[in-house]
């Protein structure tokens, strides 16, 4: 999953763990395998994640999960504390979705075409830091470009 390299490697390294484990025709290695371009990195290079890596996903849903369980629970209560957490995600994605569709936010940069479109496919929160990063983009011209 976190190995870097190219999608030929990836292939070769996935290959040789089918053989060397005897995991040719394993079930769940194959139904896993049909979803490796969504959770192998090396099919995952070319894709925006706003400069997060897999690795800070999984350990951002960790810590916020820590805030709802503890390691002593009972099994459920666990379950419980469980859909307790997944209800405040699903809360907070809905609000943010609201307000991404119900209003707007007022388009400041020069790229002003781009910034629409940026605005009506990301949450807002997300447009907010692209925006921040377009605006840093724009601090930059070319002086020359003879002899290129």
Not at 32 to 40: D, T
Not at 121 to 143: G, H
Request: aromatic share 16%; proline share 1%.
């Amino acid at each position: 999953m976190f190995m870097e390299g190219t999608v030929e490697e990836f292939e070769g390294a996935w290959n040789d763990m089918l053989e060397m484990f005897n995991l040719h025709g394993h079930k769940w290695v194959t139904d896993i395998y049909v979803k490796h371009s969504r959770w192998a990195e090396a099919y995952l290079r070319e894709h925006f994640f706003a400069g997060m890596r897999s690795i800070q996903r999984c350990e951002s849903m960790n810590a916020y999960l820590n805030h709802f369980l503890k390691t002593c629970l009972k099994l459920f209560k666990f379950v419980k504390h469980f859909d307790k957490a997944l209800s405040h995600i699903h809360h907070n994605e809905a609000k943010a979705e609201f307000e991404t569709h119900h209003s707007s936010t007022v388009l400041t940069t020069k790229l002003y075409a781009l910034e629409k479109h940026v605005e009506t496919i990301f949450t807002r929160q997300s447009f907010l830091k692209f925006r921040d990063e377009m605006k840093n983009v724009e601090l930059f011209f070319p002086v020359s470009t003879e002899n290129y």
